[in-house]
């Protein structure tokens, strides 16, 4: 944007997107500390696995969190919205690497 638009304010930036969220046409979610990362609402309904040591993000399909979903529904009568949810933890990449240290 700042490239393209220097003139553009990033607050005008993120009260647009605040407004394209009420309108149902984004959806945003807490990926890091930082800003939301926001997704077109036309986008398959996901939740994100983030790595905290490589900061990588994977979208996941909302089915694998069906039996949490529905634990969390029935046993706590709490009704989950997916597509804001975001785990976090270690890829397997690092979570591997930080094993081999461990045993070394």
Known sequence: MRTQASAVNASTVYRTLEVLEELGLVRHTHLSD???TY???NEPEHFHLVCRNCQRVRSVEPDVATALVA???DDHG???DPGHLAIF???INCDSADNQ???S
């Open 78 to 80: 709490f009704a989950v």
């Open 71 to 73: 634990t969390l529904r």
């Open 101 to 103: 240290l461990e045993s």
């Open 34 to 36: 930082r800003a939301p």
């Open 39 to 41: 997704h077109s609402a």
């Open 89 to 91: 933890g270690n890829c």
